[in-house]
């Protein structure tokens, strides 16, 4: 079982800037991918940016050139820095991790979640 606890979201104004972090714990034999959705109120859950293990990102295009993703392997430990945040940002942000569990013989792949992190911006 993998755990994902998010950190960093908070109340913001426009045109500001968050960093969020998700730290990710349990019995990773590695992660593949590591990203961040988000759901604002009264809509569905939306990609915000993915980023594999060999530091590929993806992003989604209203937070392009605003928002960078990154990760340290390491401490599988997985970074959202926003800029230019505007209202529209406005969400619960939720960290996402696929990859494999236990060892090399006996890995099973998980896909795990984080419980949200709330990002807010005022106008």
């Known amino acids: 079982q993998v755990q994902l606890v998010e950190s960093g979201g908070g109340l913001v104004q426009a045109g500001g800037s968050l960093r969020l972090s998700c730290a990710a714990s349990?019995?990773?034999?590695?992660?593949?991918?590591m990203g961040w959705h988000r759901q604002a109120p009264g809509k569905q859950r939306e990609l915000v940016a993915t980023?594999?293990?060999?530091?590929?990102?993806n992003y989604a295009d209203s937070v392009k050139d605003r928002f960078t993703i990154s990760r340290d392997n390491a401490k599988n430990t997985v970074y959202l820095q926003m800029n230019s945040l505007n209202p529209d940002d406005t969400a619960v942000y939720y960290c996402?991790?696929?990859?494999?569990?236990?060892?090399?013989?006996?890995?099973?792949?998980?896909?795990?979640w984080g419980q949200g992190t709330q990002v807010t911006v005022s106008s």
């Open positions: 996402n991790a696929v990859g494999f569990t236990g060892t090399m013989a006996t890995r099973s792949l998980f896909n795990s």
């Open positions: 349990g019995s990773i034999f590695t992660i593949n991918v």
């Open positions: 980023i594999t293990r060999a530091n590929s990102a």
